[in-house]
């Protein structure tokens, strides 16, 4: 079972901040509840960040840049010591897309210029509120400006592009993160599940407010996957708007864009932007129904005066079952003494949660088995190309988490590549106990290597008749390790 940390709109109301010590000793408290509750909720595997990293800046605010820095360094403090605290320290297990609030406005005002009245194009109205077109209309102004300089525009994203590449930076990753570019791939699971994180703010700025992603990302990610040696067996995508709100209002996604992910394979997506919890599924007809659960996590940080009525700061955590089909959304809220616990309102109450099917339902479940053994398959067909390519770490960390079971090919891989290696610790904990003579005599030649010659000496006489080695065999090993101890090696 896997479990996704999904929290979102990190950024901390000017009136009413969170610090990073209070926020991080509130995760772990209920950390220790969650894990003895009932159901029980596994610690989370990886955490997903669906933007809104920092609060931002006015339009017109001076020394906007030092502000930008000092907030994505308490964004960076918390980020990194979250991976630590729940990760290991393996920041690769955290992916994250930006949100409104890191878009610079000053940065994105700098590259416009005012019309004048009477240089205004005829029939400007339908492109004054698209993300795509390169005129911007104010509100509080009455105004329309152009995006004239465009290498300007397109640095409004700087401070969270260094941001992550800072972040990122000596990290292994399965892909390469470019926060520049329109999405990135994200593997977990061992490759079981692709994570697409998107970026919504295409076109979003001071006077653009709703979301967006660029044209052709979606299609071009779908012929990018179908490319992967190995086909995912979930599909998870992320960004940051929402896709719906109040008549009064434009900041949200257009459904089409998941509509396009359903019919790209996506069975999950995970957003934030609204500051509330929510779960629920899209359809479309081709001419078979298929369907993405959304989800929405709440805001992590934001103060009340920036949460719905009777909401407060909230947090996911979603378990994804063995065979990938279910899914269980449980949302955790803030209350007395910032400390998180159950949601027990709305949707998820009473019980703080609720399941919603992620595999298609028209899908046959011998079909769905098949996927799942197919990525088994690819993996070991990759593991092999690496090692024959001279790449036996590749092939260790491929096979590392897949099965390897008695006397199949994933196994006798995997124990290659870690001789090669020389992983002899993980041989030995791999094969106890072995299974073959060649197992057996594997895991004598790494005890020899580790230097534990008296634990050779009593395996070799307890074990080898187990393995029809013969005693002249036997006498020989022995003879060599005992020469190993006289030599001191």
Known sequence: MVTILHISDLHRSNNEPINNDTLLSSLLADRDRYLIETPKIPTPSFAVVSGDIIQGVRLGQ??????????????????????????????????????????????????????????????????????????????????????????????????????????????????????????????????????????????????????????????????????????????????????????????YMDTSTVHEMIGAGFQLGLHGHQHQADASAYNIHLPEEQSMAIISAGSLCAGAAELPRGTNRQYNLITISSDYSTAQIHVREMSQGNQFGRCRQGLFGPDGFVEMKIADENLDSAIHSEKIARFSQQTILCAEDALKSGHPEIAFSLLSETERENGTHARRLYLEAAKELEKWSEIISFLSPATTMDEFLLTLQAHEHLGNLGEAVSLLALSAANFGIDSATIAELASRIQLRQALGK
């Not at 400006?145 to 640095?155: F, G, M, Q, V």
């Not at 990290?171 to 926060?179: F, K, S």
Request: glycine share 6%.
């Open 62 to 251: 001076q020394n906007f840049t030092e502000e930008l820095e000092r907030q994505y360094e308490v964004a960076t403090d918390f980020l990194i010591r979250l991976a630590d605290l729940f990760f290991d320290g393996d920041r690769s297990r955290i992916a994250i897309v930006p949100g409104n609030h890191d878009v610079c406005w000053n940065t994105a005002r700098a590259s416009m210029t005012e019309l004048p009245p009477d240089d205004e194009p005829k029939k400007i109205g339908p492109h004054l509120f698209s993300s795509s077109s390169p005129y911007r209309w104010s509100w509080s102004e009455r105004k329309i400006y152009k995006i004239s300089a465009p290498e300007i525009y397109e640095k409004r994203l700087a401070p969270y592009c260094k941001f992550i590449e800072a972040f990122y930076s000596g990290v292994e990753m399965a892909h390469p993160i470019d926060p520049k570019k329109p999405l990135n791939f994200y593997e977990f699971d061992g490759g079981r599940i692709l994570l697409t994180a998107f970026n919504s703010v295409h076109g979003n700025d001071c006077y653009c407010n709703h979301g967006a992603i660029q044209a052709g990302a979606i299609g071009n990610c779908s012929l990018k996957i179908r490319n992967m040696p190995r086909q995912p067996i979930l599909k998870i995508s992320t960004w940051h708007h929402s896709l719906q709100g109040p008549p009064q209002r434009d900041d």
